[in-house]
């Protein structure tokens, strides 16, 4: 049976935003209607009340390292949330952890999860009905009230995030997958030592998420706000300590912009197979390199997405030279099926697309699921512009994916954008750049494209007559 501590309640230090509009959608709560909401409240801290740091080290195997947080969930809704353990009427608990150094920022790890049991009913939720704790058997959580799983508990992970719908929370229960491994990381939060070893990481932060996926809750417009994260501190390859307190109800990803203010995050809303909208983010973030080169950082967070995301899309003139490309995923374990293949990279007609298979061809394959994040990054020659991203969805259902804003690198191809003809840069519109055109003339490469519009056409030809002449 799980216990209580005490409780000392620091909500008003926490950041709190309210998710009652997410991505402009009404819920039960604004609605007036009836409604049970579980968020996470603290995530590796202490009791009911947060404080103190709850992160425990079990060992490692193999070269991987596995750790556990705990975390804290609160009802803020006006009727008692299901928590029916050894059923499939309970939530189950992820926990992440993600890394940001120089610039890049990933996930690094990910357990599986918690399938919770016992609802305590705390108190420690008050501060949003003033009404405090209405305390329940330990089959639901009560309004107002709180529940601590520790780290000792969430160790204990034996769901497979492959068996959730973390949009409508529904699962099978039992579970068809259980954990295989050592016990010291089987089903844990797993991190591989060189990504957490203070000396190998200089000015590295990270930062580790609880999010719970409570059955049912999405009827009520409230289940995009269920994931909170927290700054800890690796003081070695086994030890950590808490660094400030809990982001209530602000995912992971989020941590990026605290790191560096000039990144851009945004919300991508999905439309499920119910015509509902599931949450996910896309935040990026171009730097000059000072050696007339540009970087490029992307990140894609699926937040509780069941769709999910299979392809990723960035307009790039063919001109432009690309270097460094890299994609980063996390790594499932512990006997998950989902397959851990990289994303294939490829390049044509104006675009870079990073991509995977799609449910229908492969069922296990790795797209960008609930609760995680991948990283995509390159540098370039040229510098940044405003363009349209892209993503596809992995599952199938009323439309094929979804667009937003991105910065990418811009049409300024062997010239400069104040010398809009210079075809091959020396600052002079003449019969070379003439020349250049007419040489990839009907082409979708070279650097016949004045216009960085990803082909070399009638368009390219009339722009670098009408500035003939020109000295830059």
């Given at each position: 049976m799980k216990q209580a501590h005490g409780l000392t309640t620091v909500m008003g230090s926490m950041v709190v935003i309210s998710m009652a509009t997410v991505g402009g959608l009404v819920s039960a709560s604004q609605a007036g209607g009836e409604y049970f909401d579980v968020t996470t409240v603290f995530v590796a801290e202490e009791g009911y009340g947060g404080g103190g740091h709850d992160m425990e080290y079990y060992g490692s195997s193999s070269g991987v390292t596995g750790w556990s947080v705990g975390t804290t969930s609160c009802n803020r809704g006006n009727i008692v949330a299901p928590w029916y353990g050894g059923t499939d009427q309970t939530?189950?608990?992820?926990?992440?952890?993600?890394?940001?150094?120089?610039?890049?920022?990933?996930?690094?790890?990910?357990?599986?999860?918690?399938?919770?049991?016992?609802?305590?009913?705390?108190?420690?939720?008050?501060?949003?009905?003033?009404?405090?704790?209405?305390?329940?058997?330990?089959?639901?959580?009560?309004?107002?009230?709180?529940?601590?799983?520790?780290?000792?508990?969430?160790?204990?992970?034996?769901?497979?995030?492959?068996?959730?719908?973390?949009?409508?929370?529904?699962?099978?229960?039992?579970?068809?997958?259980?954990?295989?491994?050592?016990?010291?990381?089987?089903?844990?939060?797993?991190?591989?030592?060189?990504?957490?070893?203070?000396?190998?990481?200089?000015?590295?932060?990270?930062?580790?998420?609880?999010?719970?996926?409570?059955?049912?809750?999405?009827?009520?417009?409230?289940?995009?706000?269920?994931?909170?994260?927290?700054?800890?501190?690796?003081?070695?390859?086994?030890?950590?300590?808490?660094?400030?307190?809990t982001q209530h109800m602000i995912p992971g990803i989020y941590a990026w912009q605290v790191c560096d203010p000039a990144v851009v995050i945004q919300e991508v809303l999905t439309v499920e197979a119910d015509g509902g909208q599931a949450l996910g983010h896309v935040g990026f973030r171009a730097s000059d390199n000072g050696d007339g080169t540009w970087h490029y950082e992307y990140v894609v967070h699926n937040q509780n997405s069941h769709r999910s995301f299979r392809s990723f899309v960035v307009p790039v003139p063919d001109c432009v030279e690309l270097t460094n490309v890299e994609f980063v995923d996390v790594h499932y374990h512990s006997g998950e099926v989902i397959d851990g293949t990289d994303w294939n990279f490829a390049r044509s007609n104006g675009e870079v697309n990073w991509s995977t298979q799609s449910e229908s061809t492969n069922p296990n394959a790795n797209a960008i699921r609930w609760a995680t994040m991948y990283t995509f990054r390159f540098d370039a020659d040229t510098p940044p512009i405003s363009v349209d991203g892209y993503l596809a969805y992995y599952r199938s259902g009323s439309g094929d994916g979804v667009m937003f804003d991105l910065e990418a690198p811009g049409p300024d191809c062997g010239g400069s954008n104040d010398c809009p003809g210079d075809i091959n840069g020396d600052n002079t519109v003449d019969v070379e750049d003439v020349l250049d055109v007419l040489a990839d003339f009907g082409l979708n490469t070279g650097s016949g494209d004045a216009d960085g519009d990803g082909d070399t056409d009638v368009e390219d030809l009339l722009l670098v007559i009408g500035e003939f002449g020109t000295d830059c």
């Open positions: 939530p189950v608990i992820a926990q992440n952890c993600y890394r940001y150094m120089d610039g890049r920022f990933e996930q690094i790890g990910m357990s599986w999860l918690k399938h919770s049991f016992c609802a305590v009913s705390e108190p420690g939720c008050d501060t949003w009905d003033g009404d405090g704790c209405q305390p329940t058997s330990c089959n639901t959580l009560g309004v107002g009230c709180a529940d601590t799983y520790w780290a000792d508990l969430n160790a204990d992970a034996d769901a497979p995030r492959s068996e959730i719908n973390a949009y409508t929370g529904e699962y099978q229960y039992p579970f068809t997958l259980a954990p295989s491994g050592p016990s010291s990381i089987r089903g844990k939060m797993q991190l591989i030592p060189a990504d957490i070893q203070p000396s190998a990481n200089g000015g590295a932060r990270y930062f580790v998420e609880g999010q719970y996926v409570e059955p049912g809750e999405y009827v009520y417009g409230v289940h995009m706000n269920n994931a909170s994260y927290k700054e800890v501190s690796f003081n070695s390859t086994s030890n950590t300590s808490g660094v400030g307190v």
